[in-house]
DNA sequence: ACAATATTCCACGAATGATTGGAGGACGCT
DNA sequence: AGCGTCCTCCAATCATTCGTGGAATATTGT
């Protein structure tokens, strides 16, 4: 014990979970999958990689036990193993954010400019339970399924036009999607701004909800 | 704003820390510089790398901004960038606990049965202020120089049979050494139990202990 | 200036990883 | 049993990364 090759064993073994997460394509699987379990060809179209490519991405996550998949008749459903890796997922967008500056490029080329306005998490918790706030989630419908925040509406972005009316004019909007690097939620509030309506973002999404351990609604 | 390529731009950002973080040598090279900075040269004999490679993990790690560099005459010393990349790490750590079986075989194999018996910081804290313990420093004195335990007593692991003597024969002993995946304090209490000396081990290091954001004496 | 020390840069072969199309396997339906 | 669906596995190609020894660079002391 305490020699070198177990020294270098147990390190490569760390490793293994940086090495699964060491592909921006991964990680963007990660980010998906923190919002819910999905099917290999759902993955694949809206990670917008090939099939083969897809399964062969997801089956490294799985060799190195951060996602865990389910059967159901010919699909099958992978999901995250657990809170901790959307945490490690989570904290690694932080120390990227916190330490390059390259990131805010990124960022804002993605996002676009930051031009709307957001509440955080506990405004949100608080007006939401006194009724004063239309909270609408423009995630796809299918992450929406999944969990969503209590109270929360479904409007996805691509159908937000159409269903303006469904929305109560008479109150604020605040919307969301999967995280603070989504941008859904931003083109979600731009557009309902230019619609003349009163509407914020959340700060964050639904990451970060579930890592705060707030509750979700299915 | 919104596109592909813009996306994936900026999830391959995020993967630039998860690379750089991709390696058993730099995960290696990370657990050094959490305990303090240290040279290249001295990071190189510590990890058993070539002075070449160990180099380039080092520019590999600086090119994500994980680490800094600080000249000093012919000498440059290497830290880590924040307290987020040892958090970081940390956590890296756990989900690898925590998902990879194969991790706990990798983990006895280095550190040796569980036969030692722990205290939790709280417990060491606790004692350590009523001064009925002896909190005994095992790593290198490079790593205590750069930051250790307030009152801990440093005696690294190499000298610690030839200076038994210095240590209380009357109180009980806490060893402690880098995290939760050192050998040092491991050997340190076996050596000492076969003394028949009272000796625990803290149950983790000095890594946890700075991301507790406890007492750091220099 | 020159030698000594400490580190980075460079070039190379070896190893590892990514991508893709198509074959193969599991499952459900009729 | 036969067929369609969904996914994994395979093989081939291409691109990256790794490890290493030696040359190049920066700094200090003589």
Known sequence: MGDRAAKTAL???????????????RLELVDLLAQGERTVDSLAKAANLGLSTASAHLQTLKHAHLVTTRREGTKI???????DVAALFA??????????????TA????????DTG?????????????????????????????????????VPLADLTDRL????????????CRGAYCVLAHDAVRLLT?????????????????????????
Chains 1, 2 share one sequence.
């Open 165 to 176: 009316a469904e929305i109560p004019a008479d109150q604020d909007i605040v919307a969301y």
């Open 118 to 154: 957001y509440v955080t998490r506990e405004e949100l918790l608080r007006r939401a339970r006194s009724g004063t706030v239309t909270v609408l989630d423009v995630r796809p419908a299918e992450e929406y399924a999944a969990g969503h925040i209590p109270g929360a509406m479904s």
């Open 107 to 114: 960022r804002s080329a993605y996002l676009g400019p930051d």
């Open 11 to 25: 390190f490569e073994q760390f490793a293994r979970v940086t090495k699964a997460l060491a592909s921006g394509k």
């Open 194 to 218: 230019a619609e003349g309506r009163a509407a914020r973002r959340l700060v964050d999404g639904m990451l970060e909800w579930r890592l705060a351990e707030l509750p979700v609604a299915i």
């Open 91 to 104: 904290l690694v967008r932080s120390v990227a954010q916190d330490r390059l500056a390259d990131l805010e």
């Open 77 to 83: 459903y992978y999901r995250l193993a657990g809170d």
